[in-house]
């Protein structure tokens, strides 16, 4: 087997396998424990696709509010890159994960190195502390949430057991603590023990300029800034999910507090490395439905919907864009 043969084939596999479980775990949900048909024919007669579209540009509001807060994690590094630029990355970032997932964030780190000349470690170093930002207002909505609606989620828990079971089994397994000695006993070799080696060397070199984008944070004048920026990208997103409450008729009276509790777990499902979260975000939102009382067909046949206008098409149409356009705008670097 050839080098470039094994590199493509591992690419490949990057590519097909989330999207095989992703879209098996949709099959599973449309078309074996639901009815497709009864899915269809409520699309089909009860939803406002007028409604559907006002949430649109919230989600891309959204995504251009992260490409100015990516530019203030760039500039205590001493670089300053088109905002232009910054935001085709941002936006085309969706689109190359819809085919590979979490591919987008090394694809927009490689694309401002090449066209702002910016090194790519400490890019990448940006972008670690853009997503950790995010993991950490994730899990502020999701305990803000919880605190709100005790009763909804001990209840939604108590149903979904296998929720704590997954988390339980890592926490416990032997594997777990054996690769984390591993790797502890592999960072300790490699920077005490074989510091002096060319390759250590050189990966002592890029973990540095990982670690200077990480810290960039700590550099920043603007934090007030950054936190803005963080909090009106969070209110896109909220906003792109909920106004699509009011296109059907079973949610929109569900209100904005249980929007915020449906938001919050669709927004940890995402995490889940498939492309555009298929299956993983259907199942949570359809879970987190049910528990307002909505029927399965029902929240089928919103989540069916919702994310197949926002996530693969309107998703995949501005990253489409975004990998079109910062080529076609940097023409001749």
Request: hydrophobic residues 55%; proline residues 3%; charged residues 15%.
């Amino acid at each position: 087997m050839t080098g470039k043969f094994k590199s493509s084939l591992a690419k490949f596999l990057k590519t097909f396998i989330p999207l095989v479980f992703g879209l098996f775990v949709l099959w599973l949900i449309l078309f074996k424990i639901l009815d497709f048909n009864e899915i269809m024919q409520i699309v089909k007669q009860d939803v406002n696709f007028w409604i559907i579209a006002l949430s649109l540009p919230f989600g891309l509001f959204a995504n251009i509010m992260r490409a100015y807060r990516w530019d203030l994690l760039i500039r205590p590094l001493g670089f300053r890159a088109k905002k232009s630029n910054l935001i085709y990355a941002v936006l085309g970032t969706y689109g190359v994960n819809l085919a590979v997932p979490r591919l987008g964030e090394v694809w927009r780190c490689t694309m401002i190195s090449r066209y702002e000349k910016i090194p790519f470690t400490k890019l990448i170093g940006t972008m670690l502390t853009d997503r950790l930002s995010d993991t950490i207002a994730v899990a502020s909505i999701v305990i803000a949430a919880f605190a709100m609606n005790v009763p909804y989620f001990r209840a939604f828990f108590v149903q979904h057991p296998e929720t704590f079971d997954a988390l339980s089994a890592i926490l416990t397994s032997f594997w777990t603590y054996a690769i984390l000695l591993l790797l502890v006993l592999t960072g300790w070799l490699c920077f005490f023990v074989f510091k002096e080696n060319k390759i250590i060397k050189k990966t002592r070199q890029t973990l540095t300029g990982i670690w200077e984008g990480i810290f960039s944070i700590g550099q920043m004048k603007e934090k007030s800034l950054f936190f803005f920026y963080t909090f009106l990208i969070w209110i896109g997103y909220y906003l792109y999910f909920y106004i699509c409450f009011f296109a059907f008729p079973f949610t929109e009276s569900l209100g904005w507090n249980k929007g915020l509790i449906a938001f919050g777990m669709s927004s940890v499902a995402v995490a889940v490395p498939v492309q555009g979260g298929i299956g993983a975000w259907h199942a949570m939102v359809i879970a987190v439905l049910m528990g307002f009382g909505i029927s399965s067909i029902d929240a089928g046949a919103f989540a069916f919907c919702v994310h197949t206008i926002q996530a693969l098409i309107f998703t995949a149409a501005f990253g489409l864009f975004g990998v079109l356009a910062l080529p076609f705008a940097n023409k001749g670097k």
